[in-house]
Nanobody, 122 residues
Framework: VQLVESGGGSVQAGRSLRLSCASSGSIVSTMCMGWVRQAPGKEREGVAAISPGSGRRWYGDSVKGRFTISQDNAKNTVYLQMNSLKPDDTAMYYC?????????????????WGQGTQVTVS
């Protein structure tokens, strides 16, 4: 399983970014895909997750209404659209995968991880 994130960068507060996670094979269409972030000195935080079958989505309270997770099975890619960014969103963002979505966003439940992409909001 290979997950490769892209799309991070430095933006001003209020602006938007879209992160992409390209996966190997058909992972996106068969596994629960999620985004997890970690800010310096803080614990990992589950941001969003999407179920491969139903397309059901879950979001952390801190990003609800601002972030949207989506997937393109044909491209084996998962996206995280981030709008109305805040300085508190500054973190390394990781794409992760697990066998099924539990409805929880616990980072320790993911089995596979990408290398991360940095998002900085000033």
């Amino acid at each position: 399983v290979q997950l490769v994130e892209s799309g991070g960068g430095s933006v001003q507060a209020g602006r938007s970014l879209r992160l992409s996670c390209a996966s190997s094979g058909s992972i996106v269409s068969t596994m629960c895909m999620g985004w997890v972030r970690q800010a310096p000195g803080k614990e990992r935080e589950g941001v969003a997750a999407i179920s491969p079958g139903s397309g059901r989505r879950w979001y952390g309270d801190s990003v609800k209404g601002r972030f949207t997770i989506s997937q393109d099975n044909a491209k084996n890619t998962v996206y995280l659209q981030m709008n109305s960014l805040k300085p508190d969103d500054t973190a390394m963002y990781y794409c992760a995968a697990r066998g099924y979505c539990s409805g929880r966003l616990r980072p320790d439940e993911y089995n596979y991880w990408g290398q991360g992409t940095q998002v900085t909001v000033s």
